[in-house]
C-alpha cells in the first residue's frame, strides 16, 4: 500500500516535469504597434493607463506575464485566453479593422464595461490594478462612446 502511493507520487512528478516541456508561444511583440488604437493619439494619459493595465494582457500583441505563467499547465491555460482575447479583439492591430468593425467593437467595448464583465473575474482577483474604479470605468465609458460617435460622424 505505502510502495503503491509512493509510485504514484513520483509518477506525478515526472509527469509535472514533462508537461514542463511543453511550452506555448510567447505573446510579446518588441516594438510598439503602429496599429495601436493609442498610436499617435490624443487620449486622456488616464484612459490609456487604465485600459492597458486592464486589457492588454488578453486584447493585445503584448502579454506582461506574471511568473506563474511559465508553469504548465497555467501556461497553457493563459495562452489560450490570449488567443481567444486577440482574436475577439486586438487593440494592438485596431487601425486595421474596417470602420464598421471598429464601431462594433466599441459598442461590445461600452458592453462589457457596463456590465462589469471584462476582464473575466479571476483576472480581477489575481490583478488588484486591473480592476476599474468607478471614475475610471466612466472615463473609459465617455472615451469609447465619443470614439464611437467620431466614427458616426466620419462617416457621414
Ligand atoms: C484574462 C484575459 C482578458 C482580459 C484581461 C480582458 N479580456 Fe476581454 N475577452 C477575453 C476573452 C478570452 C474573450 C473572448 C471570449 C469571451 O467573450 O469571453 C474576450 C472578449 C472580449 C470582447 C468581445 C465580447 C463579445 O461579446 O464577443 C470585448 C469587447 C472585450 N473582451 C473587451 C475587454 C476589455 C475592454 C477589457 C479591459 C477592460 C478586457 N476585455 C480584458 C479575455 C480577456
Known amino acids: 500500500m505505502k510502495i503503491n502511493k509512493r509510485i504514484i507520487l513520483l509518477s506525478l512528478i515526472v509527469l509535472f516535469g514533462a508537461i514542463q516541456l511543453i511550452r506555448p508561444e510567447r ?3 518588441t ?21 492597458q493595465s486592464a486589457c492588454y494582457d ?22 489560450q485566453h490570449v488567443k481567444d482575447g486577440k482574436k475577439h479583439l486586438n487593440f494592438s492591430e485596431w487601425i486595421l479593422y474596417p470602420q464598421d468593425r471598429q464601431a462594433h467593437k466599441l459598442d461590445e467595448i461600452i458592453e462589457v464595461l457596463q456590465q462589469d464583465e471584462m476582464p473575466p473575474k479571476p483576472y480581477q482577483w489575481l490583478h488588484k490594478e486591473s480592476v476599474m474604479k468607478p471614475e475610471s470605468r ?15 460622424n466620419s462617416n457621414q
Open 27 to 29: 505573446n510579446q511583440q
Open 58 to 79: 488578453c486584447h493585445s500583441n503584448r502579454t506582461a506575464y506574471p511568473w506563474y505563467a511559465s508553469v504548465a499547465p497555467v501556461s497553457w491555460m493563459i495562452s
Open 31 to 51: 516594438n510598439p504597434s503602429r496599429y495601436d488604437i493609442f498610436h499617435k493619439t490624443d487620449t486622456d494619459p488616464l484612459v490609456i493607463a487604465q485600459v
Open 138 to 152: 466612466q472615463l473609459v465609458l465617455s472615451w469609447a462612446s465619443k470614439l464611437k460617435s467620431d466614427l458616426s
